[in-house]
């Protein structure tokens, strides 16, 4: 089993907490994780899509109060919203009795904006984590650009060859589709949401256009924005902000948006392998947008990402905000002999960017001037870890 970076994050969590919510993607590898985590725990697991463990939760409290002294692991909670005020009523009356930490384990598919009924029943007595697909730091045995090739879905990246990934990612896109999305909000045309995926693909790491994708699919703005914010609630797709500061500057201010999944894109485009992607149009926006993947996955909650974007034309790929107020400036070449644009210089001549990096697919990692290095994503997904 490839070891997830976020265990020891879980296992904290656990140790510190009455209840935690590991959310991600469907098949992201939650369960495989939890209880590994749980191990250690004594865990009690239910898996709330199978119809015997709902039915043992029909009376609820009273099931549940006879694993009182376990961690219980609740699979796709999400399918049993009307269990949060009874988690609520167990962790007080635990917390009484002297129990304060490692109650319940909670797994779900969807963020917590979606998971609306934890957050307000759960508040102060849950943290939440966010397993997201394999990345760079955890695949480091496999060859360099499966990962970004396949994507990160266990099952996609671990297939016997590119025709099974490929397959396996057309049949997780339908599954999703038909299956899952019903589960989470109103009934939407399978075929409609499929073109809407399919289009966000072709504009990977564009600007958001609401509008343009609303002509589009011949649907009003405010239904392709709903669209959106589901497909952002699945955590399948990414609204990366732009980077706003009073410098009077005309500053642009949507959004890119972006499929997480390097692989979810490559399979809704039909792109097979990697010959394939290097001579197909979307391989630099692919690129770009697989390293900032890798790197907002590796800030976790301690930094935010932006994009900036001048109309004079000063632009960084990435910035990363940290806490402290230090700016962490990245630009993105898909070449081994990267060379710097004057729109990245203008951009931290407005920002002062306490570190400027530029990542590149080679291994060697060198200064282009005293203060910008060049080194690979792995290396800079390690540093952006370990900040």
């Known amino acids: 089993m490839i070891k997830r970076t976020l265990y020891p ?19 992201v590898g939650k369960t495989t994780l939890a209880l590994e985590a749980g191990r250690g725990f004594r865990a009690h697991y239910l898996d709330l899509e199978s119809e015997q463990d709902r039915a043992k939760l029909s009376q ?17 909670v999400h ?5 949060f005020p ?30 609306k009924q934890s957050g307000e029943s759960l508040a102060g007595r849950i943290a939440y984590l966010e397993l997201a697909p394999f990345s760079v730091l955890e695949t480091r045995a496999r060859p360099g650009d499966d990962l970004w090739v396949r994507g990160g879905f266990p099952e ?8 099974r990934s490929l397959r396996w990612r057309h049949d997780f896109i339908r599954t999703y589709l038909e299956r899952d999305i019903p589960q989470f ?47 952002s609630d699945l955590l399948i797709v990414r609204r990366l902000p732009a980077w706003h500061a009073n410098l009077g500057k005309r500053l642009v201010k949507a959004p890119k948006v972006y499929v997480r999944d390097s692989g979810l894109v490559h399979a809704l485009l039909n792109v097979a392998d990697k010959e394939t992607l290097l001579a197909h149009p979307i391989v630099g926006q692919s690129w770009e947008c697989f390293v900032i993947e890798n790197l907002l996955v590796g800030a976790g909650d301690k930094a935010g990402g932006y994009f900036y974007r001048t109309g004079g034309g000063a632009e ?7 806490p402290s107020g230090e700016l962490w400036a990245i630009e993105i070449k898909r070449s081994l002999n990267p060379k ?38 792995e290396e800079l997904a390690a540093l952006v870890t370990a900040a």
Not at 60 to 76: F, G, P, S, T
Not at 316 to 322: C, G, K, N, V, Y
């Open 9 to 27: 994050q879980l296992v904290d969590a656990l140790k510190n907490n009455p209840a935690v919510g590991l959310l991600g993607p469907r098949q």
């Open 60 to 76: 609820a409290e009273l099931y549940l109060a006879d694993h009182q002294d376990k961690l219980v692991i609740l699979d796709e």
């Open 79 to 83: 399918r049993a919203p009307g269990l």
């Open 86 to 115: 009874v988690l609520r009523g167990l962790i007080d009356k635990a917390r009484r009795d002297g129990r304060k930490t490692t109650q319940y384990l909670l797994l779900g598919s969807a963020s917590l904006d979606l998971l």
């Open 156 to 163: 996609s990246l671990l297939a016997h060859d590119a025709s």
């Open 185 to 231: 909000g109103p009934r939407i045309a399978a075929e409609t949401l499929r073109r809407f995926w399919v289009m966000l693909a072709h504009h990977q790491g564009g600007l958001l256009n609401t509008a343009q994708f609303a002509r589009n699919l011949g649907v009003d703005a405010k239904t392709a924005a709903s669209y959106l914010d589901l497909l």
């Open 316 to 322: 960084i790929d990435l910035l990363l905000a940290w």
């Open 340 to 377: 710097l644009e004057r729109g990245f210089h203008a951009a931290c001549a407005d920002l002062a960017p306490a570190r400027k990096f530029v990542v590149y697919p080679g291994r060697e990692r060198y200064r282009m001037a005293p203060d910008i290095e060049a080194l690979s994503l």
